[in-house]
């Protein structure tokens, strides 16, 4: 009788899988990294593993559709003589004419219009349709200082002082070759085609200290009207807003490590930064100490998706969100109608992220004329603001649950943690547990 | 002609002042005593003022100049004229780092020494400085002309775009993809014109011209040493 002998089937090895030994054939064949659009796919702790508990015998809900929930929000109102008042705390993140199309940019602001709320400029300036289409623009002011000027500092609603973004705190901005178009050259001031790095410092100020004086400036200029926005990656959430706030910021723009970016190293999307959920209660927490809390606004970004996670952020302590890749999305980005187009690409739809390269089948982050006008952006707008309306009932929906009249209202006390990370970061206690790691008494 | 002093008068008093001269106003030179090296001080002017600051002054000083002559019978502390648009600047002393930083346009005139970083991602202001320059000087520098008297220091031109240096005495050493260049006569012409401008009594075929090698303009990475 024949000895049969039986055998193990391949293994793959869990450190070195697939995608792992792609990018190392990638890099070998290339020698360059793997630049990027988009925001952190890895999968890290987040807001879904948060839940609301409702309202029980101790709490009561209000009546759906019935009962107010208050959605607004006022920011900038520690120094600025005209604060914004926004009908959602849902803002349009930062970006750039130059990532995005010009009919990109002109949605934007139409959606952002229509629901009530701002949207912002991005590295690159302010074109005249953002600012025509937005009836409140925050415009950032960042360390490339690209098509900054004094007439539009004056015609913004709010300025953003960028120190650093959540997909890559500490790194700087490119924007490749394909994209800068004779209008994106011009308003840059640098020669067509050429790659164009934005630094990752402010030229004129290193440190909290010059910040101050820099937010002086910037008030002096604009005598004193603009609220003036720090934002800053999740990095050292704590430090970082406390001395944000002492740099004399109205509002912390916080940006945590699943937010997204035009084009950035993958390898810094994937590996620097901390996911939102961790750095909301840190930031909070430093504007409580400093009795700042609701003084100075807190507007966290970073993979904002939903009502849900709206809500959620609000109840950790923010006074706002903004979203970013969500509103792309909403606009037509990566949509599976174009799925054909996004396979000639050697991709598909859902996962399309070289936003870098300027071909974008969708138009948005392109500056391709041809696919640029596929964008109408009276509809795609449009699709903007539904969006930005479903996210709002959502969240008041989940707000009555809990009996809060307000959006504002919503209080860690709401919320519980599905897994360990999540209640030490959210510091909310574990789902059927009065405990969170780190809570003293444990 | 209305003055100012900042030793009664606050910072911001004098500053709307600036801003509230329209067009056409007959009051347009003022004075500024006692600076006492205030930051901020004469930013945001938006029409043709003429504006004598007699003292020394912190940072930020003409931040975003546009059509502005403001001279400062002193020096100035760190980025003085950022980001201005047109107008003219002028320091009769030294003035601090970044200066000039992303000037897009008019005139910046430091009589004695600027230190590090001046003329950082200058986007096409003009920078004459009658004595040195300090380290990491025209960093990213996009457009525009800077012409030292005296001697630059460490990595001049680092990672420049489009601008163009010029530069009378010694460069301590030369940034990434900064190179000497051909001084042409259409470059003698510009530098004469700027010397004149500025006062300066030097002749332009003393100085070297500097300028972007354009080996970085798109990623390639046989230069990743040097980026
Ligand atoms: C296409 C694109 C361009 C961006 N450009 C900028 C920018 O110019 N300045 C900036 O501060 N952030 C920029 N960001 C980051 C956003 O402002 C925001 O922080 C981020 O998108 C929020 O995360 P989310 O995409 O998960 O919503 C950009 C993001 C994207 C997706």
Same mark, same amino acid.
């Given at each position: ?123 690159? $300036? ?37 120190? $650093? ?93 699943? $937010? ?127 969006y930005l309306k479903v996210m709002t009932l959502e969240a008041q929906t989940i707000a009555r649950a809990c009996g809060h009249n307000r959006l504002a209202n919503l ?29 003293? $008494?444990? | ?15 709307a002042a600036l801003h509230s001269v329209g067009n056409g106003d007959n009051d347009t030179a003022f004075e500024v005593l006692n600076p006492r090296g205030s930051h ?119 990672s420049l775009y489009e601008a163009k240096l010029f530069v009378r005495g010694e460069v301590k050493s030369l940034g990434a993809d900064c190179v000497e260049k051909e ?45």
């Amino acid at each position: 009788m024949s000895y049969h002998n039986p055998h193990t089937p391949p293994r793959k090895s869990a450190t070195f899988d697939d995608y792992t030994l792609a990018e190392i054939r990638r890099a070998a064949a290339t020698g360059i990294y793997d630049i990027r659009g988009a925001g952190a796919k890895r999968k890290v702790p987040h807001f879904d593993d948060l839940l609301f508990l409702g309202a029980s015998i101790s709490r009561y809900p209000l009546e759906g559709y019935r009962e107010r929930c208050d959605t607004s929000v006022t920011l900038g109102t520690r120094f600025a003589k005209k604060p914004i008042e926004l009908k959602i705390p849902i803002t349009i993140a930062g970006m750039s004419f130059g990532a995005l199309s010009g009919p990109a940019k002109e949605a934007l602001g139409r959606g952002a219009t229509i629901a009530g709320t701002s949207t912002t400029t991005g590295d690159g $300036g302010m074109t005249n349709e953002e600012r025509g289409h937005s009836e409140k623009l925050v415009y950032q002011y960042l360390p490339s200082r690209y098509g900054m000027n004094p007439t539009d500092l004056r015609r913004a609603d709010a300025i953003e002082v960028v120190v $650093g973004q959540g997909a890559k705190p500490g790194g700087g901005g490119m924007l490749l070759g394909q994209k800068i178009s004779d209008r994106v050259a011009e308003m840059r001031t640098l020669p067509k085609g050429i790659d164009q790095r934005s630094a990752c410092r402010h030229p004129d100020w290193t440190g909290p200290d010059d910040l101050e004086i820099k937010i002086l400036e910037l008030r002096e200029i604009t005598n004193w009207e603009k609220p003036i926005y720090i934002k800053v990656g999740g990095a050292r959430p704590y430090y970082d807003t406390a001395l944000a706030v002492k740099a004399g910021a109205d509002c912390v723009v916080l940006d945590g490590m699943q $937010g997204g970016t035009a084009a950035t190293q993958d390898v810094f999307i994937e590996n620097v930064g901390m996911p939102t959920l961790a750095c909301v209660r840190p930031a909070v927490q430093a504007l409580q100490d400093l009795g700042m809390h609701r003084e100075v606004q807190l507007i966290v970004s970073g993979g904002i998706r939903s009502g849900a996670d709206v809500a959620k952020a609000l109840a950790l302590g923010a006074d706002a969100v903004a979203i970013g890749t969500a509103a792309l999305v909403a606009l037509g980005d990566n949509d599976p109608h174009l799925e054909a187009e996004y396979q000639k690409l050697g991709t598909t739809a859902g996962a399309y992220d070289d936003w870098h390269e300027g071909r974008d089948p969708a138009g948005i982050t392109t500056q391709d004329p041809v696919l640029a006008a596929r964008v109408d952006p009276v509809a795609a707008g449009r699709r903007l603001a539904n969006y930005l309306k479903v996210m709002t009932l959502e969240a008041q929906t989940i707000a009555r649950a809990c009996g809060h009249n307000r959006l504002a209202n919503l209080e860690p006390e709401d919320l519980c943690a599905l897994t360990m990370e999540a209640a030490a970061m959210a510091k909310v206690p574990l789902a059927g547990t009065d405990w969170y790691p780190g809570k003293a $008494g444990f | 002609m209305p003055v100012f002093d900042l030793a009664k008068t606050p910072l911001r008093e004098f500053n709307a002042a600036l801003h509230s001269v329209g067009n056409g106003d007959n009051d347009t030179a003022f004075e500024v005593l006692n600076p006492r090296g205030s930051h901020a001080l004469a930013v945001g002017i938006d029409q043709p003022l003429s504006v004598d600051v007699r003292g020394s002054v912190g940072y930020y000083c003409a931040g975003m100049n546009d059509g502005g002559a403001v001279t400062v019978h002193g020096s100035a502390g760190p980025g003085v004229a950022e980001n201005m648009m047109t107008g003219t600047v002028t320091i009769e002393g030294d003035a601090s780092q970044y200066a000039g930083a992303t000037g897009r346009g008019g005139l910046l005139v430091i009589k004695g020494n600027a230190a590090s970083r001046c003329g950082i991602s200058m986007k096409g202001i003009d920078i004459v400085v009658h004595g040195n320059i300090g380290h990491m000087s025209a960093f990213m520098a996009q457009s525009g002309h800077l012409v030292v008297l005296g001697d630059a220091g460490e990595a001049l031109g680092d990672s420049l775009y489009e601008a163009k240096l010029f530069v009378r005495g010694e460069v301590k050493s030369l940034g990434a993809d900064c190179v000497e260049k051909e001084m042409r006569p259409e470059h003698i012409e510009v530098l004469a014109g700027l010397l004149e401008k500025a006062g300066a009594d030097a002749k332009p075929e003393e100085f070297k011209r500097y300028g972007s090698a354009r080996t970085l303009y798109n990623f390639n990475i046989d230069n990743a040493d040097a980026y």
